[in-house]
């Protein structure tokens, strides 16, 4: 110490955190530290428990959204995160330490713009994603996910965990949960409505159990018999076929509201016919290609297509509190980290029911 002299401290103060992380498209990702700010003010920091393995964190890890947002390395994915209030700042009024928490696919935005004054912090132009994003306190390049021991984020970004969900079902909620949740409130998915969900992967199976709440008539359009049982199970009412066009046919001019989870090449016009007049299509899947639409399909029955991402904080705690009210939480296969490099092969081929889920406590045994 150095008496009578106040040094200034030029660079943000910061701790490390062991992670996960990929250095290349090429590379596995592996064990890590890296660096998180002290909480400023307005901060929490959170020690994770779970993150749920989204295809997004695949998709990135691998750089394959080149064009849209290209990778910067090393990158730390996983924005379905769940775990314990550890410190708060001096200013931070909404949690408290030991709170169970959750950090979705956001952890900042302008907080200016139409859209956040809106609660739709998730179509701001200015948008700080949890992982890949430019960081504005500079910690590092860029921002760091949750494969990782502990995330610092502002709290209005940080949500509160209804005490009776599974931490570690509860996880999925954040990205695969929102993401189908959202549009099926906003298209008025109700008791007494018609409501289709195409495939039956991470997106469809909570699809399923949302429509299934919401109190419609719940159809899952799946290429796999084998997965029948278990679309029944989920809560659908019927299951299609789809590659069955009779049984196709049967449901023509029918539908309110179809979500379609499909990310492979598929043939979307087949399910905007299935739609009644004013009936919405809504894309949460994100093809790479683009898809061919029959203007027909839609000018008959002046039906719409539309697309969906995520939702807002306020509309993620609804959807928080709609789980814990109905008791859904992700079907989940909880993994250590050690094994997220085998479970990203296992999830291109679908062979998963129908979450993966790292236990976080396995972060430290490498
Ligand atoms: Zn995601
Ligand atoms: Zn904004």
Not at 259 to 287: I, R, S
């Amino acid at each position: 110490m150095f008496s009578g002299k106040t040094n200034t401290i030029t660079s943000p103060a910061m701790f490390e955190t062991n992670a996960y992380a990929a250095s290349s498209a090429s590379s596995p990702l592996e064990s890590t530290s890296i660096p998180r700010r002290d909480p400023t003010d307005r901060d929490v920091q959170v020690e994770i428990l779970f993150c749920g393995i989204c295809h997004s964190d695949l998709h990135q890890v691998r750089n394959e959204w080149a064009d849209a947002m290209p990778t910067v390395y090393p990158i730390v994915p996983g924005h379905e995160i769940v775990g314990r209030v550890t410190k708060v700042g001096s200013a931070v009024t909404r949690h408290q330490l030991g709170d169970l928490v959750a950090v979705g696919c956001l952890v900042d935005s302008d907080r200016t713009c139409p859209q956040c004054k809106s609660d739709l912090e998730n179509l701001c132009p200015n948008l700080t994603m949890t992982f890949n994003s430019p960081d504005a306190h500079e910690t590092a390049p860029i921002t760091y996910g949750g494969y990782s021991g502990s995330i610092v984020v502002d709290e209005h970004f940080v949500l509160p965990v209804p005490g009776n969900l599974d931490p570690a079902g509860a996880a999925p909620l954040l990205c695969a949960g929102i993401t189908t949740y959202s549009p099926m409130r906003r298209f008025g998915v109700t008791e007494g409505k018609k409501v289709g969900v195409v495939g039956l992967g991470g997106l469809g199976h909570m699809g399923v159990k949302f429509a299934h709440a919401f109190g419609a008539h719940t159809v899952v359009f799946t290429t796999s018999p084998s997965k029948t049982e278990d679309a029944l199970r989920l809560g659908a009412d019927e299951v299609v076929l789809s590659r069955d066009t009779g049984e196709m046919d049967k449901h023509a001019g029918s539908f309110d509201f179809i979500l379609d989870t499909v990310v492979a090449e598929h043939d979307v016009n087949a399910y905007l016919n299935l739609l009644a007049h004013d009936g919405t299509l809504t894309l949460v899947g994100a093809p790479d290609k683009p898809i061919p639409i029959s203007a027909f399909a839609l000018l008959m029955g002046r039906r719409k297509l539309a697309g969906s991402l995520i939702g807002g904080i306020a509309e993620t705690q609804e959807m928080l509190g709609f789980c814990s009210e109905h008791d859904i939480t992700a079907d989940v296969e909880v993994i250590p980290i050690q094994k997220v490099n085998e479970a990203y092969e296992r999830m291109l081929k679908s062979d998963v029911k129908y979450r993966f889920c790292i236990d976080m406590a396995s972060l430290g045994a490498d």
